[in-house]
């Protein structure tokens, strides 16, 4: 089946710091989608990229669809200690199904 | 207004025991998802109803899984016969039609011993 591979597993940056983060796969997708989910928590939508080429802001956060259609980054700038978090990325397919990734969980050092 | 909601937030139960999983979706969302989330992953789909019907039901792992939603709201997960590798959160997500944004809710953790 359709997998998508989130880099990286995890980040541990200071205060401040700006932070990349990026999502490949091997197909094509007509949306990507960008979640944050906090402990005990569902997650919740960020950003949704819905063209091929799209760069898309959300306040400090900023997200690309892929030329190709098969990859993704995010990027957060001076994060925040509220920034804490796992981040996913997601792609919907033709069958409007929506494929998570793995995830990257963002620590943000004292 | 009030988002998804789930219950129980927490279900302890043992092998070989059926388990029933609520979801409250948003008022007024057509669309319905369960999906299972292990640890250390993402959401995986396990099924979609667009009204009362299960439009896709290809994510369910075996046929010790089922769901239904027979007034088009409320929709319950059910498990017979757990096994310890049914452990893992179950999320539920609602979206006001099929290709809208999905709000998901806080999820129920089921551990299965």
């Known amino acids: 089946g359709q997998q998508l591979n989130q880099s990286p597993q995890s980040m541990f940056i200071q205060e401040g710091e700006d932070v990349s983060m990026n999502c490949t796969s091997s197909s094509i997708f007509n949306t990507w989608l960008w979640y944050k989910q906090d402990p005990g928590e569902g997650p919740v939508l960020l950003i949704a990229?819905?063209?091929?080429?799209e760069l898309t802001s959300n306040g400090r956060l900023t997200a690309q669809f892929g030329i190709t259609r098969k990859d993704s980054f995010l990027n957060i700038s001076a994060s925040i200690p509220s920034d804490v978090g796992i981040y996913f990325c997601a792609g919907r397919n033709r069958d409007d199904k929506i494929i998570f990734g793995k995830g990257t969980r963002l620590h943000i050092l004292p | 207004g009030a988002g998804v909601s789930q219950t129980p937030s927490n279900k302890v139960t043992e092998k070989g025991k059926y388990v029933e999983l609520r979801c409250d979706p948003i008022?007024?969302?057509?669309?319905l998802y369960w999906y299972r989330q292990s640890l250390g992953q993402g959401p995986e789909f396990l099924i979609y109803?667009?009204?009362?019907?299960?439009?896709?039901d290809s994510g369910l792992p075996n046929d010790r899984f089922f769901a239904v939603r027979p007034e088009g709201s409320v929709s319950t997960l059910k498990i017979q016969r757990t096994e310890r590798g049914d452990s893992a959160v179950y999320l539920c997500a609602s979206s006001l039609q099929g290709d809208g944004e999905q709000y998901f809710g806080p999820g129920t953790r089921l551990t299965v011993t």
């Open positions: 008022s007024g969302h057509t669309a």
């Open positions: 990229l819905y063209k091929a080429g």
């Open positions: 109803f667009q009204g009362t019907g299960a439009a896709d």
